[in-house]
């Protein structure tokens, strides 16, 4: 009965189920499959249950639904139900409102070899990512369908449950099929948005001018320094720094890199070239490639900016923490961390612990926050955790990480 079960799932489902956001990852999310022939959309939900049911008796093979209204930080079990079959009952959460560590993934460059794509994806998996992000170039033919179908069987066991906020790479386009596939925020050409402790932007290195999205980068990285407990981390595919392969992209330096560097963007992760690669701080930005996700290898370069690299299949898992970016490099094929860096908030003096600090700081203090806005006279002004300015009598202003 079973193997009956299977089979029909199988005969139905031609992709997915796989999850996206297009807006709020706290209160919404979106499900999206598709179907060899054409059928309505049924899905069923809930909290501990499948008490809440959508329909869209529209028939199509395409399928999408978007839930609102969701509880934060939040498991959801949901199915599918179709024409005589059902998909096994999935499970995706929401993202928490506030949190004190989240653990994502980033890989990219998953075109060409299924095989290698394949472990790469089993890899992560066993890492538990609560969402996972691609750096472009899913596929090798992007106005081919069936390589984007093939995508997506390979990371079905990921994606069920995982969140994918890729970014375009060369070899999505032409892009009507990753646009029709993906439901993203904003334009979705580029895009961001807030995950626990960290706010993303993900931009479109494919673009034939890239004055616009400069523009939106420095205000969507201004509006995100306003809240200093949020991390700030940019993904697009072409990299800016980059040994080996195609090298560094100098039309995307001149276009981005001044600006990450003005609003401290600790880390930018990239792909395009076909290794994992891992830059020093280059005016207080670390660049990182990730392009190991099952393209042809490259060999990566070297250079005295150049800090670690090799040419393996991978992925790399970030925590982040209030305090803390950890990020460890790992191979796919045997496990091994490759690479490790440990990031803290830019340009901190210090780091003070809130309930020691409570004691032993004297009130007629001034906290401003990141922006340079008065918050209040003592330490027991603040809500959040993050970095602030503390002004004392007689004292210069310092930068200080506070620790809830």
């Known amino acids: 009965m079973l193997a009956l079960i299977s089979l029909l799932f199988v005969a139905q489902i031609r992709i997915g189920p796989y999850l996206s956001w297009d807006d709020s990852t706290t209160t919404t999310i979106r499900i999206n499959w598709r179907t060899y022939s054409a059928d309505s959309s049924v899905l069923a939900y809930g909290i501990g249950s499948l008490a809440d049911t959508l329909r869209d008796t529209s028939m199509t093979t395409i399928h999408s639904f ?92 990921l994606l069920h449950e995982a969140p994918l906020m890729p970014c375009l790479g060369n070899h999505d386009y032409p892009p009507d099929n990753y646009f029709s596939l993906f439901y993203l925020p904003e334009n979705e050409e580029y895009y961001s948005f807030e995950y626990g402790n960290v706010f993303f932007v993900a931009l479109n290195t494919e673009a034939s001018d890239y004055s616009v999205q400069r523009e939106y980068l420095e205000e969507k990285l201004s509006e995100a320094e306003q809240d200093p407990s949020k991390w700030l981390i940019v993904y697009f595919h072409r990299p800016p720094y980059s040994m080996g392969g195609h090298g560094s992209d100098l039309d995307v330096r001149w276009a981005f890199c001044d600006v990450l560097e003005q609003h401290h963007v600790p880390v930018v992760f990239n792909g395009h070239n076909h290794f994992y690669q891992r830059t020093t701080p280059i005016n207080g ?45 790992i191979r796919a094929t045997d496990g091994a961390v490759i690479d490790s860096l440990v990031i803290y908030p830019t340009g901190v003096e210090e780091k003070i612990d809130w309930g020691a600090s409570k004691k032993e700081l004297y009130r007629g203090l001034g906290i401003y926050d990141i922006a340079g806005r008065f918050v209040g006279p003592d330490l027991t002004s603040l809500r959040k955790t993050g970095v602030y300015f503390l002004r004392e009598r007689g004292r210069r202003p310092r930068k200080v990480f506070l620790i809830k």
């Open 66 to 157: 978007r839930l609102t209204g969701l509880a934060p930080g939040t498991s959801y079990n949901y199915q599918i139900l179709g024409s005589g079959y059902s998909t096994p009952v999935y499970t995706f959460r929401t993202a928490p409102e506030e949190t004190d560590s989240i653990v994502f993934v980033v890989y990219g460059d998953t075109r060409s070899d299924s095989s290698a794509h394949q472990i790469v994806v089993n890899a992560i998996l066993e890492s538990g990512p609560q969402f996972v992000i691609n750096t472009g170039d899913l596929v090798y033919h992007g106005g081919n369908l069936g390589e984007w179908y093939t995508f997506f069987n390979i990371e079905k066991e």
């Open 285 to 329: 930005v670390t660049y990182i490639v990730s392009g190991g996700g099952g393209a042809p290898l490259y060999q990566p370069g070297s250079a005295s900016w150049i800090a670690f690299g090799e040419g393996c299949y991978h992925y790399v898992r970030i925590v982040a923490t209030a305090t803390e970016l950890s990020i460890k490099a």
